[in-house]
């Protein structure tokens, strides 16, 4: 065979490969978001909520688009999008819109994608999600569904061939949204409604992760510290071995988010929404809350304008799960947490880094003292 009809070959197998990606793309967006207007006419209205005050919109929203190879469905939306060929049938034929809401170069990138005044989350991954995607079944079968106050997005569609997964959007403020417009004690009373929701459920997917994957991921980020600045290093070593003394004893594993950032719980208005599953496993209760309580003293440790918001949304955190959690494990968490928020302050490459990562240490070594 002569190299151009090899190429011809390549050419026509790519052709379909694309062609047969655009139309996997095509059907599973409408299919999503004409789903959308299916199920809104089956359930009742939720309760609705009324902002009290503006939140801003996802900082990282933009209309940009990336170009990465190793998020196959990319190539495929923008292919089916140059086609003219994402309309949602059952909404009018409308145009839908893509705005990027988060993006990890060569790992991940979600989209909300708009039509007719529905919303949904597209999220396309290097790897294979199909774990994520049985988590969202899981937990909607668990009780974690529309009916529910404390919920989960549905799982809407996937496509493990382009390693890409449409989720329902929850709509609302995020608990870090709240802190910072003055509803701090709101966000720890939704944050608390979470684990007291979910404490008992059962749902046994996800590998291990605990105090020694923690400690594992301790030393990079000490590592980090060390190379970007000799000083704030040396605070790092030490807080690390004061974390390596006292790691807690772990209770039963269960169901943990991996990533319970403030922003990824969403105040739905009836209830609490937990949102970005990918790094879910099963372990200690206390490594979410801790993740939770950290990024919520973070707030308040960066803007001191915040700090009594932040005191405040703890409180009630701990006010409303009281019983459930166990303190000094609790505090070992958050301590090692803040010690990873820290290694991420250079990230901006400005020159207030060095005090923002300072503050953060400086709470992180306090709580170790308070932990194990
Ligand atoms: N289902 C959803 N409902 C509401 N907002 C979402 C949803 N999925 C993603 N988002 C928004 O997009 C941002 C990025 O999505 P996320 O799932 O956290 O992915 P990643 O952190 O991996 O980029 C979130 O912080 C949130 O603002
Ligand atoms: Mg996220």
Same mark, same amino acid.
């Given at each position: 065979m002569s190299s151009s009809s090899n190429e011809t070959d390549?050419?026509?197998?790519?052709?379909a490969g694309r062609t047969r990606a655009t139309a996997l793309i095509t059907g599973l967006l409408t299919a999503s978001l004409s789903h959308l207007v299916a199920a809104k006419a089956e359930t009742k209205p939720s309760k609705s909520y009324v902002r009290r005050k503006p939140?801003?919109?996802?900082?990282?929203?933009t209309t940009e688009f990336p170009d990465d190879r190793a998020l196959p469905a990319l190539e495929a939306i923008r292919a089916a999008d140059l086609a003219g060929a994402i309309r949602a049938a059952g909404l009018g034929d409308g145009p839908v819109g893509f705005s *990027?809401?988060?993006?990890?170069?060569?790992s991940r990138?979600?989209? !909300?994608?708009?039509?007719?005044? #529905?919303?949904?989350?597209?999220?396309?991954?290097?790897?294979?999600?199909?774990?994520?995607?049985? *988590?969202? !079944?899981?937990?909607?079968?668990?009780? *974690?569904?529309?009916?529910?106050?404390?919920?989960?997005?549905p799982l809407l569609a996937w496509e493990r061939d382009l390693r890409?997964?449409?989720?329902?959007?929850l709509d609302g403020p995020t608990t870090r949204d709240l802190v910072r417009s003055g509803q701090g004690r709101r966000a720890g009373e939704l944050a608390a409604r979470w684990f007291q929701r979910t404490a008992?459920?059962?749902?046994?997917?996800?590998?291990?992760?605990?105090? #020694?994957?923690?400690?594992?991921?301790a030393r990079t980020?000490?590592?980090?510290?060390?190379?970007?600045?000799?000083?704030?290093?040396?605070?790092?070593?030490?807080?690390?071995?004061?974390?390596? #003394?006292?790691?807690?004893?772990?209770?039963?594993?269960?169901?943990?988010?991996?990533?319970?950032?403030?922003?990824?719980?969403?105040?739905?208005?009836?209830?609490?929404g937990v949102i970005d599953w990918q790094r879910f496993g099963q372990g200690?209760?206390? *490594?979410?809350?801790?993740?939770?309580?950290?990024?919520?003293?973070?707030?308040?440790?960066?803007?001191?304008? #915040? !700090?009594? !918001?932040?005191?405040?949304?703890?409180?009630a955190f701990l006010a409303g799960t009281a019983g459930l959690l166990d303190k000094r494990s609790l505090a070992w968490h958050e301590a090692a947490m803040l010690l990873r928020l820290a290694g991420k302050q250079n990230r901006r490459h400005d020159d207030r880094w060095r005090e923002r990562a300072c503050a953060l240490l400086g709470e992180s070594t306090r709580l170790a003292e308070t932990a194990g």
């Open positions: 390549l050419n026509r197998h790519e052709h939140w801003p919109g996802g900082v990282n929203a *990027l809401r988060g993006y990890s170069p060569g990138a979600t989209f !909300e994608v708009r039509a007719g005044g #529905r919303r949904v989350a597209v999220k396309a991954y290097a790897e294979d999600p199909a774990s994520e995607a049985a *988590l969202y !079944e899981a937990l909607a079968a668990a009780g *974690l569904g529309g009916e529910s106050d404390v919920r989960v997005p890409v997964l449409v989720i329902g959007w008992s459920l059962s749902v046994k997917l996800g590998t291990p992760v605990g105090v #020694r994957d923690v400690m594992d991921w980020w000490v590592a980090t510290l060390s190379a970007d600045d000799p000083a704030l290093g040396t605070a790092a070593v030490a807080l690390a071995e004061s974390l390596e #003394r006292k790691q807690p004893t772990e209770g039963t594993p269960r169901l943990v988010h991996g990533t319970l950032y403030a922003r990824h719980l969403i105040d739905l208005g009836d209830g609490p200690p209760m206390e *490594l979410d809350a801790g993740t939770f309580l950290a990024t919520i003293s973070r707030i308040g440790l960066l803007d001191k304008t #915040r !700090e009594t !918001e932040a005191l405040q949304a703890q409180e």
